[in-house]
């Protein structure tokens, strides 16, 4: 007999807020976290996109000196995400032996590595920090986490691109499922906000280069989308059986049910244009949730405001759902939020926890003019989802042809 799997705590730090009920405040405000970058190597380098979405809450207002100087910045992020996460669930009084991770970076210590070669190059390697290593290896934050908690039932990382955290999350509840721990704590991290995946991305056609006004740059399925923005932050879900939970007598978001994991076969960064296995992944994960499409009452897509992305996403949601997605609430929160790739499935769930707990889709900002290519519902102000038993997705699609998806029932 399957478990329930539920939410009881969740913790973040965004470009849009400091905390998790911060970050939720300012989306349903219709805030955006873009903003130009005032760093001397955006003009030195002569970026061709000169803004992104970086964290509100700079880790050093949070974390102790030593801290910041052991950790990479997406190790920080992930630290004060899982820590607020878990005091919100109640600090959990669970054996370590029964206490897991399951963490996901898209990228890993990009500023270590890159600091590190950069100091190599110009000092020697007798100037090269030892924890040089350490602090750029991928598990870095899921290590950082997981000691920081203590956390004896294995801790794990997953790297698939921007399906990365959703990913962990859908791990996450096989792990428990399977009884390898009690309580999990589950989510990715990312900080990427760098000079070279910055001109990297924008070599790809891949960033928008609203240099004139960052905070409208990113306009999920708006005619004039024209890239996404880079985002850097955190997002954390305590996960843990409802047995454990209501034994403790812990509040409940909502409940988990699972998740579908596939893949497109198809090209290194574009998508499937068909969405075919996307598709796969959505019906797979509806289907496992023991619902059907017309169950379906809201959406988190992943909506990069790409040109390509956003028509391929519709495809597959077509695929699914016929004529009846275009009835369904759609949130594309990456409007707010950039971009945070490897951790923007992790931020995208709490969303969608938050969406449910408080029956309220959230707004999608900088939609101006809608692609009537892509006739979806997209929710431009705080919607009531209403009444009764409610059932929501989210998705993400990665480089490398990478689909994850995750679905969530109310509490």
């Known amino acids: 007999m399957p478990k329930k799997i539920v939410v009881t705590g969740i913790g973040a730090t965004s470009p849009i807020g400091g905390t998790a009920p911060e970050t939720w405040a300012a989306l349903l405000a219709g805030a955006s976290g873009a903003s130009p970058l ?57 054996d370590p032996e029964r206490l897991g991770v399951d963490w996901a970076t898209g990228i890993g210590g990009v500023w270590t590595l890159l600091d590190a070669w950069d100091t190599l190059r110009e000092r020697g390697p007798r100037r090269v920090l030892p924890m040089t290593v350490p602090m ?37 509840y096989d792990h428990l499922q399977q009884g390898l ?19 990297s991305f924008a070599a790809m056609q891949a960033l928008s280069k609203r240099n004139d006004d960052p905070a409208t740059a990113s306009r999920p399925y708006d005619l004039t989308r024209d890239g996404f923005v880079l985002g850097e932050g955190a997002a954390a879900l305590v996960l843990e059986t409802e047995e454990h939970a209501k034994a403790r007598g812990a509040k409940i978001y909502a409940e988990l049910l699972g998740g579908s994991v596939t893949s497109d076969a198809h090209h290194i960064t574009a998508p499937d244009p068909e969405g075919t296995a996307a598709a796969r992944a959505m019906r797979t994960a ?73 029956r309220t889709a959230p ?18 102000s705080p919607r009531s989802l209403g009444t009764g038993d409610l059932l929501a997705i989210s998705n993400s699609f990665g480089f490398g042809g990478h689909n994850a998806v995750i679905a969530f029932r109310s509490a």
């Open 38 to 94: 005032e760093q001397p190597w955006v003009e030195e380098l002569e970026l061709p996109v000169k803004f992104a979405a970086q964290a509100k809450v700079k880790t050093a207002d949070v974390l102790e000196r030593f801290e910041t100087k052991r950790l990479d910045p997406s190790s920080q992020f992930a630290l004060i995400a899982a820590r607020e996460a878990w005091a919100d669930a109640g600090s959990p009084g669970v």
């Open 136 to 172: 750029l290896m991928p598990n870095g934050p899921a290590a950082a986490v997981g000691m920081d908690l203590h956390a004896r039932a294995g801790i794990r990382t997953v790297v698939s691109a921007c399906a990365s955290s959703t990913e962990s999350i859908a791990d996450a």
């Open 181 to 199: 721990a009690d309580v999990i704590i589950a989510g990715g991290s990312e900080a990427a906000i760098h000079p070279l995946p910055i001109a």
């Open 286 to 358: 509806i289907e496992g949730a023991g619902g059907s499409v017309s169950d379906v009452s809201h959406i988190n897509v992943h909506a990069t405001s790409t040109p390509v992305g956003d028509i391929a996403e519709f495809h597959a949601l077509k695929r699914v759902f016929g004529d009846l997605v275009e009835g369904i609430p759609v949130s594309a929160t990456k409007a707010s939020t950039g971009h945070l790739l490897g951790g923007a499935g992790a931020i995208e769930a709490l969303f969608t926890v938050m969406a449910l707990s408080t």
């Open 363 to 380: 707004p999608t900002i900088n939609l101006n003019e809608h692609d009537p290519e892509i006739p979806l519902d997209v929710v431009t």
